[in-house]
């Protein structure tokens, strides 16, 4: 089964960026759509953003949009969440998926309930 990392979280002040990968070790996923989600204090895990198994599509929440960019460098098995414009509120765990069960579909999911396989998240703090 495929392994993944996430990695780039921190503490930053409201307004800042900042870019977060997810690396796959073992076995690629560049058959698959990936995504990232979210779990903030209190709060159930949300979807964040996703793209297809070519980053062709991509798909954000309503609440990123504008200001949260994914990406998929498959040669190098990495995806990333580039995020600007920063707001406290999106203090949060953050984690990245695979969908394992769909092949070189042309979409993506948005349920957490589609993702296989999860990274143990990377902690974002955005500091007002």
């Known amino acids: 089964q495929v392994q993944l990392e996430e990695s780039g979280g921190g503490l930053v002040h409201v307004g800042d960026s900042l870019r977060l990968s997810c690396v796959a070790s073992?076995?690629?996923?560049?058959?698959?759509?990936m995504g990232w989600f979210r779990r903030a204090p209190g709060k159930d895990r949300e979807f964040v953003a996703a793209l297809t198994w070519n980053g062709a599509k991509t798909g954000y929440a309503d609440s990123v949009k504008g200001r949260f960019t994914i990406s998929r460098d498959n040669a190098k098995n990495t995806m990333y969440l580039q995020m600007n414009s920063l707001k406290p509120e999106e203090t949060a765990v953050y984690y990245c998926a695979v969908d394992l069960s769909r092949y070189l579909w042309d979409s993506f999911p948005t349920s957490i309930y589609d993702y296989d396989i999860w990274g143990q998240g990377t902690q974002v703090t955005v500091s007002s």
């Open positions: 073992g076995r690629t996923f560049n058959e698959y759509a």
